[in-house]
């Protein structure tokens, strides 16, 4: 990294670290007691935060169901052409966005093909998702080949080179219909390339971190494909796999926002579209709960400054599924503040989809909590929310201006 960009790096982070001062203020110890048991339905949910219009005919929202559809991001297991079953049924539901993966990859014209078809079945524009971070985690390796770690990346090149290089891969990407990317990885880590995160890390080191994962996603939105920040608040320091199980973490407040967080409010000051809550659990925050689904997790995103969408990781992981089926999974992070759910499989939208609407209609669930998390999807995609919510949309963060800039087709 030159020194005029580590210069101008620790500025920005340096701006963060005021938010950060305040942010401090807003977090009170936590609890040392037993855990208070939780409500059978839902976890308590914070304030929404976008301004809610009155109830008159000036109002109009979407049925319910549509809105609670839009709030997810599904899988399609094994699902090669858009004319399948599985298939037709999430677009008929109105899915917010779809997940490829490796399942679902033969060739390129197949892609090509299965992402179009979905998009022309769909009523509003797809996030046409996909986790390409390159390295061990790829979705595409079939078609692609082997690529480069993001700590391989960082070794070998400066920030800009990454750009170029993530901007090759995003224009891949574009031209399969993927229009949303699981990447970059803001997490810290410098140990074992194998660990949980290892070489999916491009530095143990907030500042280099900060600043290969903000090239890898300008890389990505210059191909006209959204990225998405993972794992807040920082997944480098869990020991365990959330693939598998739950992980908790014990480091004080304060050292998390003076390490792990720091790329994320670097990114965050830049305008980062979409941010992904890892499934990691948190003294800190509130230990009983994984970040994912915390409710003090996403309001100190927010309080940083995040304007974007938030979105789980996957909540098949057993961190999750362990505790909580699909719906209940669903309910619950919606209520603690995140806009998109993501389950690899979409098998179970319609059953996530009907717990969402139970939980509005039994008063677990804030009707003004999913029209915020439906606006801010919508807007994201170029969409008006009006005729959809009653929420009014905060500012647009600057990378999904400058995609939506780009004309990206898919999002059209």
């Known amino acids: 990294m030159s020194g005029s960009s580590r210069a101008g790096l620790s500025g920005a982070l340096f701006a963060g670290g005021l938010v950060v001062g305040l942010v401090l203020a807003l977090f009170a110890p936590p609890a040392t007691g037993p855990a208070a048991s939780e409500p ?24 319910l169901r549509r809105r609670a559809a839009q709030v997810l991001v599904v899988g399609l297991p094994g699902v090669s052409s858009s004319l399948e079953p599985l298939a037709q049924e999430l677009t008929a539901l109105g899915v917010g966005g779809v997940f490829i993966n490796k399942s679902n990859v033969s060739s390129s014209d197949q892609v090509r093909a299965l992402t179009a078809g979905l998009q022309e079945a769909s009523d509003l524009p797809l996030l046409v998702t996909t986790d390409e ?21 960082a070794a070998m090149h400066a920030p800009e080179g990454v750009r170029d290089y993530a901007a090759l ?26 660990g949980v995160i290892g070489d999916r890390s491009f530095s143990g080191d907030p500042l280099t971190a900060a600043s290969y994962a903000q090239a890898f996603a300008d890389g990505l939105i210059d191909a006209g494909v959204l990225p998405v920040v993972k794992h807040f608040p ?20 304060e050292e998390l926002l003076s390490t792990d967080v720091l790329p994320f409010v670097s990114l965050i000051d830049a305008g980062a579209p979409i941010v992904m809550l890892g499934h990691v659990s948190y003294d800190a925050l509130e230990a009983r709960r994984p970040a994912s689904m915390s409710p003090a997790a996403y309001e100190l995103l927010r309080d940083l400054g995040f304007e974007g969408v938030a979105i789980t990781d996957s909540i098949g992981m057993g961190a999750i599924h362990r505790r909580w089926d699909f719906p209940q999974a669903a309910v619950r992070a919606i209520a603690a503040g995140a806009d998109a759910v993501l389950a690899t499989d979409g098998r179970e939208a319609d059953r996530m989809t009907s717990a969402l609407v139970r939980a509005v209609r039994r008063g677990t669930l804030d009707e003004a909590r999913l029209d915020e998390a439906v606006a801010r999807i919508l807007a994201l995609k170029g969409v008006d929310p009006q ?26």
Do not use: K, Y
Not at 234 to 253: E, K, M, W
């Open 169 to 194: 891969m995003g224009a891949r990407l574009a031209d399969l219909g993927i229009n949303v990317d699981l990447a970059p990885v803001a997490d810290l880590d410098d140990g074992v390339w194998s």
């Open 40 to 63: 059978a339905d839902v976890a308590a949910a914070p304030v929404a935060r976008f301004t809610d219009a009155p109830e008159d005919d000036d109002c109009q929202r979407a049925p």
């Open 133 to 153: 971070e390159s390295g061990r985690v790829s979705s595409f390796r079939a078609l692609t080949g082997p690529t480069s770690a993001p700590r391989t990346l």
């Open 387 to 412: 005729g959809w919510t009653c929420a009014t949309p905060g500012p647009l963060p600057a990378m999904a201006q400058r995609s939506l800039l780009r004309g990206n087709a898919t999002l059209d």
């Open 234 to 253: 920082g997944h480098g320091r869990a020991g365990d796999d959330v693939h598998r199980r739950s992980s908790r973490v014990d480091t004080p407040l």
